[in-house]
Structures are given as structure tokens and as C-alpha cells.
């Protein structure tokens, strides 16, 4: 039977967080499609963090070993991802888009014959088994929404957005871990192993916040962000800002959220101020909670806010502010 094959990636000795987001887009199109979900990691099998696989439960994870995948290599990922899909025989194969996996699924897909999809917000399925799903991808920093289908035979390979898929809460499982050990030999790796690439450092990592209050244009000068802060501060928040904002100066480019900045999936995401264009709107749309304020009661931030406050931000903020500080005491 098919099945839909998540590859993991461990980053700093964990399962990177958009590694479980993949895995909640993996699952989205395999209840679409009536098929299990198997994962696989490049670790031991005796490596504890296979216990920690969180989300719902899969039905096998393949630790891939071998002596030549202990430094990466974009040859040695490919050619093992390869050996372990003709292994499985996956009908789609679901990859986090990070820096890594834009190293070597090229490789892979050109190995394998195929296409990759990558970069992808949205899985749309179709009632039939005979309807290919879609896959969006945005074009033009988020101003158009392009739909692919993969009408081929073999496998179809895609690579996920950071924020696009809330990644699943987790669930005890009683999932199998198999050894795969795929067969890997010197004169293949033609890449000399190096430093793991590392984005520019940065004092605030907005995608790890687990609330954001974030400011627009609608603060209409930076005398004003202290009102905001302290909304943050009283909410145990970051303060995170629209482009516009952290143009200005008013606030560090590290805070900014949107298509030229960071990509963030919070559970609650406060828009201050902000009116949603599509270039902020695709950096925060996978936040689990979006409330949203602002005094335009036709702003697009509220087509995609689960709660909208229509008012002047300079009331509303000052007596939410007091009211968190009242509820903590």
C-alpha cells in the first residue's frame, strides 16, 4: 500500500519545529487520500529522540544510519532518500523547506525523475481517488497563489513552508522503529563535508514566541511603540512589527514578520495597528490564534483574524493592557 513519507530534520540535536509542521501537512494529505503516514530520520535507531516523535502517530519510523550520513552531505542525503523510497515505495514524499533540504531535494528529484513542488502553504484534496490534490504555492512575495497538480506516475515530492501548517498536538503512539541502512559507499559522496550553514545571528527568534503582539503603521509614530510594549510585556510577549515599521527604524528588521521577514506560526498573534497586506499576511497566517485590532472595519487583516476589534488602537490597547495586568494580579 502507498503512503505518504515524511523526512524529518534534526537541527541542533532536536526535530526542528517546522519538521512537526510538515508532518501536520503530511497527515492533512494523507486523510485526503486514504493513506498511512511513515517518517523518517537520519539518526541511530537507538537515538532517544525517536521517542519524542510528537503529532499524530505514524504508522513506521525509518531511522537511516550510515557512518557516511554523520556530516551532511547533499550526495549522501540523495542518494539515501533514494534508496529509502524505492525501499517504501511512498506515493508522496513530504520534506521541510529549510536550508537543507533546498540543498539536496533538487538532487533527489533529479535522481528520482521527477519534479520537485516546493515551497508549498496549502494542500487542497479532492473527493475520488482518480482527483490529483493541489498544492499552492505563492508567487510575487505572496501577491498570487499558483496551483500544481502531479499528474505523473512516480512519486511526488514536496517541501513545506515554515507557518503554513499548525503542527499537531501531540498523541501517544505505540509507532514501530525500523532500521534502514542504506548502502552508501566513500567514492559516492563527491562533497566534502562542512560547517552546517547558520542563518546571520539574531537576539530575537520570533518563530519559537509562543504569543506575538505585533505593530503596524496605524501606531503612527515611534513615540507611540511604548504602548504597545507594554501590552506585550503584560501578555509575557514579543513585540514583533509590520515592514513598514522596521523600515522606518522604529524597530530592528529582526522584528519584522511578513514575506521579506520572519515567518512565524504562534499560538496567539496580536495585529496592532496593521492593515494586511499580503506580504505580512503571508508571514503570520499560520498563527493557531490571530486577534487583530484596528479602527478600518474593512481592513483585509480581518479576513483572516479569528477575532477582530474595531477601534482606535490607542483606546483599545491602553485597556486591554489593564485588563491582563488586572486578570494576573
Known amino acids: 500500500m502507498s503512503s505518504v513519507l515524511v523526512i524529518l530534520e534534526i537541527k541542533d540535536r532536536i526535530i526542528s519545529r517546522i519538521s512537526w509542521e510538515a508532518m501536520a501537512a503530511a497527515h492533512t494529505l494523507a486523510e485526503g487520500r486514504g493513506l498511512p503516514v511513515d517518517i523518517a530520520v537520519v539518526t541511530s535507531p537507538t537515538n532517544p529522540i525517536l521517542a519524542k516523535i510528537q503529532g499524530k502517530p505514524p504508522r513506521t519510523i525509518y531511522a537511516v544510519d550510515h557512518k557516511l550520513l554523520h556530516a551532511y552531505t547533499s550526495d549522501g542525503y540523495a542518494e539515501a532518500c533514494a534508496q529509502l523510497i524505492a525501499h517504501v515505495k511512498p506515493a508522496y514524499v513530504i520534506l521541510p523547506h529549510t536550508y537543507q533540504v533546498r540543498d539536496f531535494a533538487p538532487r533527489l528529484a533529479t535522481r528520482l525523475k521527477q519534479v520537485l513542488i516546493s515551497d508549498v502553504t496549502g494542500i487542497e484534496t479532492h473527493a475520488g481517488a482518480s482527483v490529483a490534490p493541489t498544492f499552492i504555492r505563492q508567487l510575487l512575495q505572496g501577491k498570487l497563489n499558483a496551483r500544481y497538480s502531479h499528474t505523473g506516475t512516480g512519486v511526488c515530492l514536496l517541501s513545506i513552508q515554515a507557518g503554513a501548517f499548525r503542527a499537531d498536538a ?32 539574531q537576539t530575537v527568534d520570533l518563530g519559537s514566541a509562543t504569543i506575538l503582539v505585533s505593530v503596524g503603521r496605524g501606531i503612527k509614530e515611534e513615540a507611540n511603540l511604548p504602548i504597545v510594549q507594554e501590552l506585550a510585556t503584560a501578555l509575557g510577549a514579543e513585540l514583533a512589527a509590520s515592514r513598514p515599521i522596521c523600515d522606518a527604524g522604529w524597530l530592528p528588521m529582526e522584528r519584522q514578520v511578513g514575506s521579506s521577514g520572519q515567518t512565524v506560526a504562534p499560538k496567539v498573534y496580536l495585529a496592532v495597528g496593521i492593515s494586511g497586506a499580503i506580504q505580512h499576511l503571508v508571514g503570520m497566517k499560520g498563527s493557531q490564534c490571530i486577534v487583530a485590532i484596528n479602527k478600518d472595519e474593512n481592513a483585509p487583516i480581518f479576513e483572516v483574524a479569528d477575532y477582530g476589534i474595531v477601534g482606535d488602537l490607542f483606546e483599545v490597547v491602553p485597556a486591554l493592557t489593564a485588563a491582563v495586568r488586572k486578570v494576573k494580579g
Open 170 to 201: 501531540p498523541e501517544a503512539s505505540a509507532t514501530t522503529v525500523e532500521p534502514f541502512l542504506p548502502k552508501l559507499e566513500a567514492a559516492q559522496i563527491r562533497i566534502q563535508p562542512g560547517e552546517p550553514f547558520r542563518a546571520s545571528a
